[in-house]
């Protein structure tokens, strides 16, 4: 309820304002007849010094963010009024006002100064208009300390709401977040566990393989009925790995796309639909790989050129090298861009990622300006040949 009031309270902050000041500039609009009939002949000089010291003394209570300076002005005018023998009004109750928005708002230091000039206020109107007794004094003093107590009282009673729900956002957050670890413990405990399920398959896969090479030519039937074994057991394995993603996946969307991974042959067309302009050069006889180093390699081009369409600047060109001459399969890719001068990204994780792919293999990055301008994306991949 705390936190709903004071959003209403962000989003009014005028009419907020308003309420403040308005009780008071009534008051002032009610008593102004016999204020200013009680001046004498001269009505019309009183009713414009009346207004007008009223409004200089009100408006400084809009300042409703800067209440040591709405005081400190009122103040200042109150303290102007008595070096000039103004008679006191209505507005002034103004000063009580801003007396209980510091109390409400600044600190005690600020709150004990405030309290004590308007008790010399006080003091100073008693003496300048009355005759000064000690009741008197004493009973405008318990008004005036009423009003800055009841501000302390309000000052204390908000931080303690704030510090609640402050707590009760916290617990809010830690719960949600224990709720999260012990999801994503739950999801690690499960896919150890079907990585053992779908390694004693795969284990039971090679047995079975391996008996049936040995029995292909002796004993057919044998043969036959492990290759159907194998089958089963195959079967078996794909759907617990597909469970063991769904699992690691959880906090994923959910989908059942079953296309195949990109790999080395798609790089063409990734390199022909690139927002970049780029080409791509082929070095060396293309060997069958690995699906997961194609897939890696395609990543690697893609994320490369991703980075020089963020970053290259207008006009930029690619190039996209892949060379399979050699022990290692070597990926570049470089632009005419921006270089070191390009701004760096504060939320993006690109090379993280193209470093944990190529790691994967035993692979190598580098990354950096090149020596003649733009950007440069080596990777080296060792050639392993798919099994």
Not at 284 to 297: T, W
């Amino acid at each position: 309820m705390f936190g709903r009031m004071r959003a209403r309270s962000r989003r009014h902050e005028k009419l907020t304002t308003v309420s403040r000041v308005a009780p008071l500039a009534v008051l002032c609009l009610i008593l102004v007849i016999p204020f200013v009939t009680s001046k004498g002949p001269d009505l019309y000089s009183a009713l414009a010094r009346y207004l007008g010291l009223s409004a200089v003394l009100l408006l400084p209570l809009a300042w409703r963010r800067r209440p040591l300076t709405s005081f400190a002005v009122i103040a200042l005018i109150s303290f102007g009024q008595w070096l000039a023998q103004l008679t006191p009004m209505p507005a002034n109750l103004a000063i009580l006002i801003a007396l209980w928005a510091v109390a409400y708002q600044c600190t005690f230091r600020w709150a004990l100064a405030a309290v004590l000039v308007t008790e010399l206020g006080v003091f100073l109107a008693l003496v300048k208009w009355q005759t000064p007794t000690l009741g008197m004094f004493f009973s405008g003093s318990i008004f005036v300390v009423t009003v800055w107590l009841y501000g302390l009282y309000a000052s204390t009673r908000r931080r303690y709401l704030e510090g609640l729900e402050e707590r009760a956002e916290r617990a809010e957050h830690e719960r949600d977040q224990q709720a999260r670890m012990a999801a994503a413990a739950e999801r690690a405990r499960i896919a150890r566990e079907l990585h053992d399920v779908v390694a004693h398959n795969v284990s039971v896969m090679v047995v079975q393989a391996d008996g049936a090479g040995y029995a292909l030519d002796s004993d057919p039937e044998e043969a036959r009925q492990a290759v159907r074994n194998i089958s089963r057991t195959g079967r078996a394995a794909l759907a617990e790995m597909r469970r063991l993603v769904g699992v690691l996946r959880a906090d994923e969307t959910t989908s059942t796309d079953y296309t195949p991974q990109p790999g080395l042959g798609q790089l063409e067309e990734l390199v022909r639909g690139s927002a970049v302009p780029a080409r791509l050069h082929i070095g060396g006889v293309p060997c069958d790989l690995p699906e997961g180093q194609q897939l890696a390699v395609y990543r690697i081009v893609q994320e490369a050129l991703t980075n020089t369409l963020k970053h290259g600047g207008p006009g930029v060109r690619a190039s996209v090298e892949v060379d399979y001459g050699g022990p290692e399969l070597v990926v570049r890719v470089t632009d005419d861009g921006r270089g070191a001068a390009a701004p760096k990204s504060l939320d993006g994780h690109g090379l993280i990622g193209m470093r944990e792919r190529v790691g994967m293999f035993g692979g190598t990055l580098a990354a950096g300006p090149g020596q003649g301008g733009g950007f440069e994306v080596l990777a080296r991949l060792p050639m392993v040949k798919a099994a």
